[in-house]
């Protein structure tokens, strides 16, 4: 074992020791963080405007600080972009991470001096959780590759602009640089299928060992490397031991990443954003992901049935349950308060506090009063995949409230497929059979006529990466919603298959 193995096996334990600390006394260190984060804004305009000098606990917080999505928070946002100092944190922030928005356009969410550092820690110490467990360290040795936004970064009154995996490119350890790949130069190349060929022509040849990135990005990396060797991804990189991914659930992709790659990979699922890295999987075999309670964070939950209700009851960490799908609010270091991410989350554990994502909070489908979640047409396609033999490349679930034949209404499913499906009704029938189990709502709408069985809609090879191409949301950090409550998305997706 190399020394710079050896070394990261003694770390990861100091590191471990660190991280069960915290972990196993969540209600403190969640009353520390919050206690932070309020004294240090108390003289930031919005903690005037918020009477942080007279919060001396939470239910006062929550009396004077309302939920905001961006779109709320936006007036405060946009005197920070403007070049005000002092406004949500004290003096300006580092970076401005910019993502895409909804009716705001484009979205800068604040990186600050203290926030920066908590993105960078929690992905390292994903790693070092894993060697920590399994006593496996050599991969340090070996090439990495993180697909990623470019790194070159603008500047907006005087603050640096980017992606935010562009921006956390510059904070690549040294230890890390000489086995880091794409080169600068490549990852800079702005057009992604540009990009993914480039990094093909750098990787081709090397000693691969971790691989990173969102699932469907990552697999078209691997599937140009399959056409231009003919190998499998586990044959062409015999090295390569840990698959790192996170922005969309990895279940569906399950499969065909299995086939690629022709043999089993450890993975590890992080949970990061704009806004802050929230949790990373610290147990290889144990469901969710570790939340990250003592990263300047502090979180709120409020049950996802109840949301749009007017007052909707907060909840500390204290007093979550499992298996209660929440809305998770967060209040940070970079100067986001009592702030809705758009996540639903579940907990899996409270013994550490372990979570898994399981949709949007605007991507749904209730056209019927259903309320399908994206966690339950994940389950359902990954079930249905596992029961027929099916490979799921990508998807999207959307409702047909005015069918042509002028039958009853459904769920439309817009699948594209790895292999072609023998029998894509037997598919339908499984997908369909799931969904009914996890969804008591649907249940009862098909079995009372309101709505027929589901219909899958077959996607043309690369119709999805077309689609994302075509709205200017191919590659980097960007992902496919899994579930719209309109036609939007899907009549675009009708269009492209009738042709």
Wanted: charged share 25%.
């Amino acid at each position: 074992m190399s020394l710079k193995a050896l070394g990261a096996r003694l770390f990861a334990k100091r590191i471990r020791k660190k991280i069960n600390k915290w972990a196993l006394d969540p209600i403190n260190t969640q009353q520390r963080v919050f206690k932070n984060l309020i004294e240090t804004a108390q003289h930031t305009v919005f903690g005037i405007d918020h009477n942080f000098q007279e919060i001396k606990s939470y239910s006062d917080f929550a009396n004077n600080v309302p939920i905001r999505d961006y779109e709320q928070l936006k007036p405060y946002v946009d005197r920070v972009v403007d070049g005000e100092k002092n406004i949500l944190w004290p003096g300006k922030p580092l970076y401005f991470a910019k993502t895409s928005g909804t009716t705001s356009g484009a979205k800068y969410i604040p990186l600050t001096a203290a926030s920066m550092p908590t993105h960078i820690r929690a992905a390292r110490n994903a790693i070092l959780c894993y060697i920590e467990e399994t006593g496996k360290a050599t991969f340090v040795d070996g090439s990495m590759i993180f697909l990623q936004g470019s790194p070159e970064l603008n500047e907006k009154n005087g603050v640096k602009l980017g992606r935010l995996s562009g921006i956390v490119a510059h904070y690549v350890p040294k230890y890390l640089q000489k086995n880091r790949m794409p080169s600068w130069e490549t990852n800079c190349i702005e057009d992604w299928e540009e990009k993914v060929d480039a990094i093909v022509e750098e990787t081709v040849d090397q000693n691969m060992t971790i691989i990173s990135g969102i699932p469907p990005w990552v697999q078209m990396y691997f599937e140009r490397l399959q056409k231009k060797t003919n190998k499998k991804i586990g044959e062409l990189f015999k090295n390569f031991e840990l698959f790192i991914y996170g922005g969309v659930n990895f279940e569906p992709y399950k499969s065909t990443f299995e086939k690629l790659i022709g043999r089993k990979v450890a993975g590890i699922e992080l949970y990061p954003a704009s806004e802050g890295f929230f949790a990373f999987q610290d147990k290889q075999n144990v469901e969710g992901m570790l939340l990250q309670l003592d990263s300047g964070m502090f979180y709120e939950f409020v049950q996802a049935d109840q949301f749009f209700e007017e007052n909707p009851k907060r909840l500390t960490i204290g007093e979550v349950e499992v298996g209660v799908n929440y809305v998770m609010l967060i209040s940070t270091n970079a100067g986001l308060w009592a702030y809705n991410i758009g996540d639903t989350i579940l907990f899996t554990s409270v013994s550490p506090y372990r979570v898994v994502v399981s949709g949007r909070i605007k991507h749904f489908i209730s056209a019927f009063g259903e309320h399908v979640i994206g966690k339950e047409v994940e389950q359902a396609l990954k079930a249905a995949a596992e029961t027929t033999g099916v490979l799921i490349n990508d998807f999207t679930v959307a409702p047909q409230v005015n069918p042509e034949d002028s039958d009853l209404p459904y769920h439309e499913w817009f699948i594209e497929f790895q292999e072609e499906p023998k029998n894509i009704d037997a598919l339908a029938l499984e997908v369909d059979k799931s969904l009914r189990k996890q969804n008591s709502y649907y249940d009862d709408l098909i079995e009372g006529k309101i709505l027929r069985k589901l219909k899958i809609s077959r996607v043309p090879k690369d119709g999805f990466k077309n689609y994302m191409k075509s709205i200017g949301k191919l590659g980097g950090q960007n992902k496919l919603p899994r579930l719209s409550n309109d036609r939007n998305i899907a009549d675009v997706l009708t269009a492209m298959i009738d042709k």
